[in-house]
């Protein structure tokens, strides 16, 4: 099977090649980052001239011998020979015991540049943190960007393209599946979903509750987009049967954010310039996956997948996300970059003059010159007269968009 580029992360992996430090790229599973491993091995092998490339891959069973620390560092060094332009890469790390002390020493003896994979954020926030601290960089993995969901089908950009985008979402898999046909659609993310909720939810975390689990993450897909607390989910929970805590909540919603499977976006006070951490919102990686949970058909759901597209392509764009709260108004949210700050409003269409004014009018409340965007699906974008300095825009041009 050819290799589709995805220039956007082979181009920043590549900038941080040789600079003495580990690269890890994290997200979750089946959202692309083994097959960009596959990618940058064909980079360094053809860019580079001599370079030895290792390839440890935990999900082929040839790899079972790779069990620990030291089966990991005996692999490396016996096929790494110091002095060489040497790289080694490997998917999946996580599922070695102890890798960290492996890697720790093949970096202190400068044998090679390492690449990994991982889909946990607890694990890697421990392991890495305590024992690799100040050697490594992190680089997320997203599914695909609509861009890429029109690459890797080789199809037009076009209201229906955008449907379908919105629809099955961007897990890159789904490029050897007919997207018309549900079933398919279905069959495909059930088994993504049921890996990641089994491999690294519930047998990583030792789930025992594992029915609360579940409902909780169809009781979060059916309210992405919407500010709660983890108290008031507990009550949602309890009313359906669930003798749950708050404690048992969030350390249940910790697990589904550690897998990557959700993403979660504080409240930032714009006046007071702050986060609050108490009540957040709650987004899919993919949208596709929240779908699976509440249902391919968009009617009366359109406006939330929109917001979780547009969260996942301002994270994607190396923002940094929170809701923005402005006395009584919400403004969808406020994305930061380094010292550049823009605000999104996300809404499906702007059919009444109440949500002109909602939309807008939250917007012109905010008393800087940053960057502001109302993004809908209207046919027709562009500035109103009433409301200066702030652009309308059609979604699948904000998600071309380099922002």
């Known amino acids: 099977m050819n290799l589709i580029p995805r220039p956007h992360y082979i181009d920043h992996i590549v900038r941080l090649l040789d600079k003495d430090v580990m690269l890890f790229l994290i997200g979750q599973r089946r959202v692309g980052k083994s097959y960009l491993l596959r990618l940058l091995k064909e980079w360094?092998?053809?860019n580079i001239e001599g370079a030895n490339v290792v390839y440890i891959n935990k999900e082929y069973e040839i790899s079972d011998e790779i069990s620990d620390a030291a089966s990991l560092y005996r692999y490396a060094a016996d096929r790494l020979p110091e002095g060489g332009r040497n790289y080694l890469l490997i998917d999946e790390v996580q599922d070695i015991d102890n890798y960290e002390n492996a890697l720790r020493s093949l970096h202190a003896?400068?044998?090679?540049?390492i690449i990994a994979t991982g889909s946990n954020a607890y694990v890697f926030s421990t392991e890495l943190g305590t024992r690799l601290a100040g050697r490594y960089i992190e680089i997320p993995v997203y599914s695909l960007s609509y861009r890429e969901f029109l690459d890797f089908r080789g199809i037009e950009d076009s209201d229906?393209?955008?449907l379908d985008y919105l629809r099955v979402g961007g897990l890159p898999g789904l490029m050897h599946f007919d997207i018309s046909d549900e079933s398919q659609v279905r069959d495909y993310l059930y088994g993504v979903y049921n890996t990641v909720m089994l491999q690294d939810v519930i047998a990583r975390e030792g789930i025992r509750n594992v029915r609360f689990i579940k409902n909780l993450c169809v009781y979060t897909a059916d309210n992405i987009g919407k500010l709660f607390s983890i108290r008031n989910i507990g009550n949602v929970m309890k009313a359906q049967g669930e003798n749950v805590t708050p404690g048992l909540t969030a350390s249940y919603l910790d697990y589904l954010r550690n897998a990557f499977l959700l993403r979660e976006v504080p409240r930032?006070?714009?006046h007071g310039k702050k986060l609050f951490e108490s009540i957040c919102k709650y987004y899919f990686s993919d949208n596709g996956l929240r779908n699976l949970l509440c249902g391919f058909n968009l009617r009366g759901s359109i406006e939330k997948v929109i917001e979780n597209v547009i969260y996942i392509h301002l994270l994607r764009s190396g923002y940094e996300v929170s809701v923005g709260i402005l006395r009584a108004s919400e403004i969808d949210f406020v994305a930061t970059r380094g010292s550049s700050t823009l605000?999104?409003?996300?809404?499906?269409?702007l059919a009444?003059?109440?949500t002109v004014e909602r939309e807008f009018g939250n917007l012109a409340a905010i008393r800087d010159n940053y960057p502001k965007y109302v993004v809908s699906m209207d046919p027709v974008s562009g500035e109103l007269s009433e409301y200066p300095g702030i652009h309308h825009i059609h979604l699948r041009d904000f998600l071309f968009s380099d922002l």
């Open 44 to 46: 360094l092998t053809a």
């Open 109 to 113: 003896e400068s044998r090679c540049q």
């Open 160 to 162: 229906r393209s955008i």
């Open 268 to 270: 930032y006070d714009i």
């Open 343 to 349: 605000y999104v409003q996300a809404t499906y269409l």
């Open 352 to 354: 009444s003059a109440e």
